[in-house]
């Protein structure tokens, strides 16, 4: 399984660099051709993991521990495109998540995004609060109110690849919640040391797009990230608000901290509008999900249950393990209102990775294949797979074994 070969490339790599060594030569011995390939990948990977420098804000700036990566003695040569493009993606997405909330708030966010696009030649569009009234997005905009400035917005991404007529449209979306402090049910110190991470979702999304932009493949692609804080204050929503999302369904709002699916809906909505091929969202949503799987996996669901072989396999394949979920009108009574169409959450709170992806699904077009991905996965202690940082990045190498 490609988990445990990564992981196992990640420790050799940490191993080398106990001897500071700068340069890094892989070379594989007493393997045939297909399996040294394989090897040697995974080291690359690894190795390119461990080479990358995560935010630090130090009097002295941190040095960097591998300043050339070879490989050597291989039985034939080996492209390293892949590796390479999914490297960049998952070193953006970690970058990005690592960042406090005062150095990644969602003004220089947007700003970093308009960035990148000029530099990468996506298309790109910002849809501000007064935009998004007038588009009826009420569930991202209850979430939103509570900000201080109008910094909020949804983005749009593109990527289009010049030279060739897409194969298929992939919709990427994104949860960005800079800082989430729980909003009016305010959440525990130990509950919100780390909610700047809370964004991770958005720079998974983001990181992906970058790969598959990097590997100019044949595909379009829009990237959704639905961009704001989770604040307190006067202006914050609160527990019974009654919204109406932009698909036109009344929710009553149960909890403030379930701000994650309140973002999302409108934002699913609107890539759906667009009628993509395929659509996936990634989200640190629910700590039920970790819970259940642990944070060495995040958890997968889909309006297609026949994908569940597809998206395991995908996990297995690419080290980045998910787990399948159900979901299905038999847990909606869970989230029945008496004073909306629907509850932004069961009370009761059981099984609430489910119910957020209920939840969730009663914006996205039944037609269009669909998965979320609940990031359990987005920290664990001491690394995963190839990864050895907390941060792990996790769903650019499913994501691209998924689509390729």
Not at 82 to 109: C, D, Q, S, V
Not at 145 to 156: F, H, L
Not at 205 to 230: H, S
Not at 353 to 369: Q, R, T, Y
Request: hydrophobic share 40%; aromatic share 8%.
């Amino acid at each position: 399984e490609a988990h445990y070969l990564l992981t196992f490339a990640r420790k050799m790599i940490q191993a080398t660099l106990n001897e500071k060594p700068g340069s890094i030569a892989i070379w594989v011995l007493g393997f045939d051709s297909c399996n040294q390939e394989t090897i040697a990948k995974d080291m690359v990977s690894a190795a390119l993991a461990a080479k990358f420098i995560m935010p630090e804000f130090k009097s002295t700036p941190a040095k960097e521990k591998i300043k050339s990566i070879k490989l050597i003695g291989m039985a034939k040569k080996i492209k390293l495109d892949r590796e390479i493009a999914e490297a960049h993606g998952n070193n953006l997405a970690r970058w990005l998540t690592a960042l406090p909330a005062n150095k990644l708030n969602a003004i220089n966010y947007i700003d970093l995004l308009h960035d990148l696009a000029k530099d990468l030649n996506w298309e790109l569009t910002v849809y501000k609060t007064e935009q998004l009234k007038t588009m009826g997005a009420g569930a991202f905009l209850a979430v939103a109110q509570g900000n201080e400035d109008d910094s909020a917005a949804i983005v749009r991404l593109k990527f289009k690849r010049q030279d060739t007529l897409p194969t298929k449209t992939l919709s990427l979306i994104g949860k960005g919640i800079i800082f989430d402090t729980g909003g009016s049910n305010l959440k525990p110190f130990n509950s919100m040391l780390e909610m700047h991470i809370d964004m991770g979702g958005s720079a998974v999304a983001l990181g992906t797009l970058l790969t598959i932009t990097k590997l100019n493949l044949p595909i379009e692609v829009d990237c959704w990230l639905a961009i704001t804080e989770n604040r307190t204050g006067p202006k914050a929503y609160k527990s019974q608000d009654v919204v109406t999302a932009a698909n036109g369904k009344t929710i009553q709002t149960i909890h403030t901290d379930a701000e994650g699916r309140m973002v999302l809906a409108d934002t699913l909505f609107f890539a759906a509008e667009k009628k993509p091929d395929f659509i996936i969202d990634y989200a640190t949503l629910t700590g039920a999900c970790m819970n259940a799987v642990t944070t060495r996996y995040s958890g997968a669901f889909t309006n297609h249950p026949d994908l569940h072989p597809i998206i395991k396999k995908s996990g297995r394949e690419s080290g980045e393990r998910v787990w399948p979920f159900p979901i299905g009108e038999e847990f909606m009574s869970e989230l029945a209102s008496d004073t909306a169409d629907i509850k932004q959450c069961s009370p009761g709170g059981g099984g609430d990775h489910i119910m957020a992806a209920c939840f969730l699904n009663e914006f996205v077009d039944p037609s269009i294949p669909w998965i979320h991905i609940d990031l359990s996965a987005a920290t664990n202690k001491g690394g995963l797979a190839h990864i050895p940082t907390k941060i792990t990045g996790f769903g650019i190498r499913f994501t691209l074994n998924l689509i390729i």
